[in-house]
């Protein structure tokens, strides 16, 4: 089971990328339009855990069980990953 990332072309799909698999949580990104918030939603109806990530050039958005859970800024986005994947395996957030 995948946690689903719909993200925009201008979104930094690789640092987030990086940041999930550095905490051994897989990731299916997909190229999407749309804000950030808008695809976060999707993405948890797609994902199988209900745990979906959203993002374009400038946000980040996880949304777990339908709601918005953590958000952060584009240019995070590598320790937004980690952040995120932690929330998803249930390990406590590095300060």
């Known amino acids: ?8 072309d201008t979104s930094p799909a690789a640092a987030l990328g990086a940041g999930f698999e ?7 990104i997909e190229s999407a339009d749309g804000a950030a918030e808008a695809l976060a939603d999707e993405a948890a109806k797609r994902s199988e855990l209900g745990i979906g990530v ?28 980690h952040d995120a994947a932690r929330i998803v395996a249930r390990r406590p957030v590095r300060p």
Do not use: T
Request: net charge negative; hydrophobic share 50%; no cysteine.
């Open 1 to 8: 089971m995948n946690v689903v990332a719909l993200l925009s």
């Open 22 to 28: 550095e905490e051994g949580v897989p990731l299916a």
């Open 54 to 81: 959203g993002g374009d050039s400038e946000r980040l958005i996880l949304v777990v069980a339908g709601r918005r859970y953590l958000e952060a800024a584009a240019s995070e986005a590598r320790q937004f990953g």
